[in-house]
């Protein structure tokens, strides 16, 4: 997959795809909100969407062989699309949407407040 067309055509409509899902065990999730496109901020990897303008679903199953399947998606720039993703293994996983500097810069910052 070309992360940088993939991840920029990616409108984080994961976040609310994965309302019913849950990420880390019981932990509360912030709560839904209404899409406002004046508050949408474009970033080097894609922006949230209008769910009302959902193109297609895409499942992505992650196993505990460290692998998502499928391994690769296309998606066109401007389309908007929902991520519904499903752990079938025992290990905790996630699913991190963003151009390879960003997922560093976003990792650091966290094992940062975890070092605290």
Same mark, same amino acid.
């Given at each position: ?20 899902? &849950?990420?880390?065990? $019981?932990?509360?999730?912030?709560? *839904? ?7 949408? =901020?474009?970033?080097? /990897? ?13 499942? &992505?199953?992650?196993? $505990?062989?460290?692998r998502?399947? *499928? ?7 401007? =389309?908007?699309?929902? /991520? ?24 650091r910052?966290?094992r ?5």
């Open positions: 997959m070309n992360i940088k067309h993939a991840a920029a055509a990616v409108l984080v409509l994961s976040a609310l795809a994965a309302n019913s899902a &849950v990420a880390h065990g $019981d932990e509360e999730h912030a709560a *839904p909100r209404p899409f406002d496109a004046r508050r949408v =901020e474009p970033t080097d /990897f894609g922006q949230e969407g209008d769910p009302a303008k959902v193109a297609r679903t895409i499942r &992505v199953e992650m196993s $505990d062989t460290m998502f399947t *499928p391994s690769a998606v296309s998606i066109k720039k401007g =389309e908007t699309v929902v /991520f519904v993703v499903h752990n079938s293994g025992r290990v905790l996983h996630e699913m991190v949407l963003g151009t390879r500097q960003a997922v560093v810069l976003a990792d910052g966290r940062a407040l975890l070092a605290r």
